[in-house]
């Protein structure tokens, strides 16, 4: 039986894959600070601007899931679901979701978070000129 109200689905759902996408990014800039990478810190810093995007986002999500008492909570996992019990009103509900389902919406938040996080520089720094690309022909 359904006993939570498709906002409140949406707003635990939208939580808890965020949770995921930060772990994701957070996972990620290991790798690039391990990493042989040649210029790391372009990939280092875009990175930051979308974990810093996630949290302030999640801090808001966390703050109304509180104050609608809403909890998500993952109750199992096996190679092809996990399982997550969502508490709302004194009611758990249980669901299921196919693991290539949450990469999927997961990947789908990285790239919003990108497009964010892109947007934000842009608005705060102007665009290099295009006379600055002469200063390193030789």
Known sequence: MRYLKQKELDLASRYLFLSMAIAVIRQDRKH???GKFKIKEPYMELLGKM???AREERKHLRLQMDRQKLQVIESGRNDSFTSFLFLAHGYEEKRNYFNPAIR????????????????SSRSKSPE???EHSNDLQG
């Open 128 to 130: 290099p000129q295009a």
């Open 51 to 53: 974990e810093l995007e």
């Open 32 to 34: 690039f600070e391990q």
């Open 104 to 119: 999927k919406k997961v990947e789908l938040i990285l790239f919003e978070l990108m497009r964010k996080s892109q947007q």
